[in-house]
């Protein structure tokens, strides 16, 4: 009889979908994008009055690059707005949901420590959230937590 407790994780297999998280993680990506429009048409409507020769100063202005953000559904892409300000203000939009540079939901680095409480050592990091997250658990390792 072996004293050996270490338990190997699934790995989700590359081409392996559950539908019902492709399904939620759809969701979550219409949900911010509803969002941050209304965030975004709250803006507008406060700056309406800014007019230039009779039309609007502040407008939509297209969308900056897609941004990949980590959560507990896996990676989910957003699109945030820009604007244009032809009054030449600095009014910029800046989403309260979803902060420029957002990488990961701070429910993802609340589980770090966690996993290490529970037992997960620090070299088994990677393989553990590849297994809860999936591949692109990307950016979360054992130096995230190790730091100290």
Known sequence: MS???VISLKQPEENCTDLLTELLRNGAKELIRQAVSAELDEL???HASLEIDGKCA???NGYLPQQTIQTGLGDVE?????VR????????FHSLLIPPY??????????????????ISTGDFTEALQAL???????LSQ???SVA
Do not use: F, W
């Open 44 to 46: 507008l409507s406060h």
């Open 3 to 5: 004293n050996d407790n």
């Open 85 to 92: 300000d032809k009054s030449q203000q600095g009014i910029k």
């Open 58 to 60: 502040v407008v939509r």
């Open 143 to 145: 130096g995230t937590i």
């Open 102 to 119: 957002l990488k990961k939901m701070k429910s993802i680095e609340e589980l770090l420590p966690v996993l290490y409480l529970k037992g």
């Open 133 to 139: 997250l999936g591949k692109e658990a990307k950016g």
């Open 78 to 82: 957003v699109k945030i707005p820009k």
